[in-house]
């Protein structure tokens, strides 16, 4: 018999003119994930979140390497009637019978048997091609090359059926949900999943069950590089999967796009409109910054998102549920900058008398403030549904708490500099917008560096940066990133900056004076930027939940974290706390 190749193009036409109808095709692969998790199914199919893992690329390696021979064929096919479509990798002619081959990277079940998942997208690509040729498939063999077996199954095409048009029906019905399914199948499963880091099955269980210490599924570190741009009038294009930096003078600089995260263009850069798609559709972010350091703008996919979306509207309409979220939220970053106070005032051998009493005060009030939001907080835990609750009230009480906290906090580091007041860095508390002192300069560029971090969690969250709990909406900065950011100030940024400090790396020579107005110059930001990102990369160990992770991947988790708040495992969020 012949076989007629379908016409990629056409198919790919086929596919994304699918996309835009209200009750797509699902797609054979979304029934397998269906089968091995409906958790699995919901976040790839209906929240489009994908993660190619090194199983993943494995995958696609041995598919690619695969001799089919002559009499073996690829098809992608669609039915209606099904409701389905999908690529049938091979299909073999026998003695005129159909066979479906499937080739599988892993072991088989139990050594004599398909997994339910393998057993599902085969069946289905045995009615597809059926349906195809008008013709029934003889048998389905599930290749499995870890341990070498073949597993076959013959073809009942009315039972195949039946499961089949079942299995579409739940993905269905998951599919016009606003909610996730919970996480509901064996650990095993789970570690095992390319979408653990994003689902985080071990987080919801320590929160849900008090599991002693939840397995690491999310990965400690991000091996990938944030890449800084910082050569005014240089442009950035694609070419392949390489990104070339061109640089003023003529040099190129090439970095493979697989070792890139983000791209970060300060000031006067140009890109080329491929290389923004590219990295759009590889989830390689681009943050603009101007050359004094604002955050500008981000690129932003489109679509997607919907579910998180809506979710997250809901969850911040509720005043109840909010003002707890800014109660812990204060809570945590006032504790923080206490605690390192008072490990900088411990680690600070001969503080003047003067500063010491100083020093002192400061310390109390800070703990005064802790006092007054944990007083709010237990009045917001005891409260019930019925009682009536000023929300604004109390969030404005937070607000002033956190405020005059940051105050003495600041109070309280420019005690323990102690930094003579001819020094170029001499610090007397904060200002901004713009910043009129180097120290200042140094504290808002480092802040301007975390903030976009913040943003780029966010996004790769799914949630809106636009709707945050805590600040208020503005039009120069997102809400939600401010929010996020809270919880890093100190950690992310303050602790190597004083360190920095104390370690006299800053020069006179790396500032820019521009009337009252100081910022960084090129090498001053190059300097900053170096002990940010190495900062990033160091490892500490989460103080709740007990793994080792670097600090950029915290960001992400605390904004993984903060979305579970409202999607059924409340409580993670907002925990972290130096020691
Ligand atoms: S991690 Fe577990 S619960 Fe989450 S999607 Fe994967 S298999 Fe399902």
Redesign the pocket.
């Known amino acids: 018999m012949s076989i007629n190749i379908t016409n990629e193009g056409f198919f790919n036409s086929h596919f994304l003119a699918e996309k835009t109808r209200d009750n797509p095709l699902i797609r054979v692969m979304a029934l397998h994930a269906l089968a ?5 199914f919901y ?1 790839e199919e209906v929240e489009e979140i994908r993660v190619a893992d090194a199983n993943i690329y494995a995958g696609r390696r041995l598919h690619e390497g695969l001799d089919k021979g002559s009499k073996k064929y690829t098809l992608e096919l669609a039915s209606q009637e099904l409701g389905i479509r999908g690529k049938v990798d091979y299909i073999c002619t026998n003695a005129g019978e159909l066979i479906i081959y499937e080739h599988k990277k892993g072991r088989s079940n139990k050594g004599n048997q398909a997994w339910p998942s393998d057993y599902l997208q085969t069946t289905t690509y045995g009615l597809l091609v059926s349906e195809h040729f008008n013709r029934p498939v003889k048998e389905l063999r599930i290749r499995y090359h870890a341990d070498n077996k073949t597993i076959v199954i013959p073809f009942d095409l009315n039972k195949a059926k039946n499961e089949i048009l079942k299995a579409v029906k739940r993905a269905r019905e998951l599919r016009s949900c606003l909610q996730r399914p919970p ?3 064996p650990e095993n ?2 570690r095992t ?4 880091p ?4 071990e987080e919801e269980h320590f929160a849900a069950e008090g599991k002693e210490k939840p397995v690491r ?1 999310f990965p400690a570190e991000d091996e990938r590089r944030v890449i800084h741009i910082l050569e005014q009038g240089a442009f950035i294009s694609k070419d392949g999967y390489q990104i070339i930096i061109h640089l003023p003078d003529g040099e190129k600089k090439a970095i493979s796009t697989a070792h890139i995260s983000s791209l970060v263009l300060h000031g006067n850069v140009q890109i080329s409109t491929q290389t923004i798609h590219f990295c759009a559709a590889n989830e390689i972010g681009i943050h603009w910054l101007s050359y004094g350091g604002h955050y500008v703008a981000a690129l932003q996919r489109g679509a997607g998102f919907v579910q998180r979306h809506h979710r997250q509207y809901d969850a911040f309409c509720k005043p109840f549920f909010t003002t707890l979220l800014i109660a812990r939220l204060c809570q945590a970053k006032v504790e923080n900058q206490l605690k390192y106070i008072l490990r900088l005032a411990r680690a600070k051998r001969s503080t003047p008398v003067q500063n010491k009493k100083t020093l002192e005060a400061t310390i109390n009030a800070i703990r005064h403030e802790i006092k007054a939001i944990a007083r709010i907080e237990k009045t917001l835990s005891k409260a019930d549904d019925g009682d009536i609750v000023e929300y604004d009230k109390l969030t404005g009480e937070m607000r002033g708490h956190e405020g005059r906290a940051g105050r003495e906090y600041f109070k309280a580091l420019a005690c323990i500099l102690n930094l003579e007041k001819d020094s170029f860095l001499y610090f007397d508390g904060r200002n901004r917008r713009p910043p009129r002192d180097p120290f200042n300069a140094l504290l808002s560029f480092g802040y301007a560096l975390l903030y976009k971090d913040c943003v780029a969690a966010i996004q790769a969250v799914g949630l809106d940066p636009c709707f945050g709990f805590f600040h208020t909406p503005r039009s120069t900065a997102y809400p939600l990133a401010l929010d996020l950011m809270e919880l890093f100030r100190v950690i992310m940024w303050d602790m190597p900056l004083i360190a920095s400090v104390n370690r006299k790396q800053w020069r006179k020579q790396d500032f820019e004076i521009t009337g009252k107005q100081v910022w960084l110059n090129k090498e001053g930001r190059k300097k900053a930027i170096i002990l940010y990102e190495n900062r990033k990369k160091e490892k500490w160990k989460h103080p709740v939940l007990k793994y080792s992770l670097s600090y950029a991947r915290t960001i992400e988790l605390e904004a993984r974290l903060l979305e579970k708040e409202w999607t059924g495992s409340p409580g993670l969020f907002a925990r972290l706390r130096l020691r």
């Open positions: 091995y998790c409906e958790r699995l976040l996480v509901n199948v499963l789970c999943c390319s979408l653990a994003v689902c985080l099955p599924l």
